[in-house]
C-alpha cells in the first residue's frame, strides 16, 4: 500500500529563479532556496518516489487534469514574466500509474477528471521552479495536478481526499506539494516593480500573518472555517485550490498537525509567500 511521506506548502514565485542568476537580484530569495531545497531532503530522506504537485499555474476551467506523461523533457520560458524565466531545461520522469488511480479516485467521488499525455503538454513553472530545488538528481517522479480556476473550497477538499485515496491503492511514497502562494494580489503596473520586495496591502499581509500562526499553532479547524473569504478577500491563487487539497489529503478538520515553517514570510511582487512543511498523520504513513 501507498503512502503519504511529505506534506508542504510552498512557494513558486519566478524572483526565486531571478535569485539564483547574475545580476542585482542574485540571493535576493536565498532562505526560499534553501527551503525548498530542505523540503527535498526531507522528501528524499523519507524515501519519496513521486512528487505530487497541485500547481496552481495550470490552471484548468473545466473539470481536472494530470500530466501524466511519461517523461516531462523540454525547455521552459514563462509566458507570464519571460524576463523571469526563461531557458529553463528540464528533464524529469513521470508517473501516468499513478495519474490513472487519481483520475480514478476523482470519478468515483462524483468529479470530472482527465489525465494527458500530449508530447506538447509542458510543465508550468509552479512545479518548474521547486523541483529545480528538490529534484536535482532527478530521479523522483513528477506528476502535476491542475487547479480547476472555478472550483469551490469543498470541492477541492474531496480531491484532496481522493488523492489520499489513490495513493493507497499505489505502491508509491508520495511528497505532495501545494505549490501557491498565501495572499496573490498584484500590484498596478505603474508600483509593481516597486513591490518586488513587498506584499500588495497590509491587510493581506496581516491575514497571511495569522494563518501561518494558526498553521503553527494546530488551530486548522478554525482555517478551514475562513478559507471560503481568506481565498475571495486576499484575491487567491488558483481559488486556493492547492491548499484545499492539502487539508483535504491531510484529514481536513481531523487534522491536528503544526505547520513548521522553514523560511521567513516574505513578499513578492505584491504576493505573500512561504513555505511550510505539515506532518502526515501517522495513519497515512502505515
Known sequence: MGEIVLAAKITHVPSIWLSIQPGKHFGIRRPAELALTEVGRRARERGADTFLIADTHWMNSIGFHLNGKARHRATYVSHELPHFIHDLAYDYAGDPELAELIREEIVAGGRKARVHTYQDLGLEYATLVPMYFMNQVS????????????????ENRRIGEALL?????SDRKVAFLASGSLSHAFPPNEIAESLLDDVSSELNRNVDHAVLEMWGEGRIPEFLDMLPDYNERCTGEGAMADTAMLFGLLGWREYTGRGEQLCPYFGSSGTGQVVVDFPVPAHHTT
Open 139 to 154: 530521479d523522483i517522479r513528477v506528476l502535476p495536478i491542475g487547479c480547476n480556476i472555478y472550483s469551490t473550497v469543498e
Open 165 to 169: 485515496r489513490a495513493v493507497r491503492r
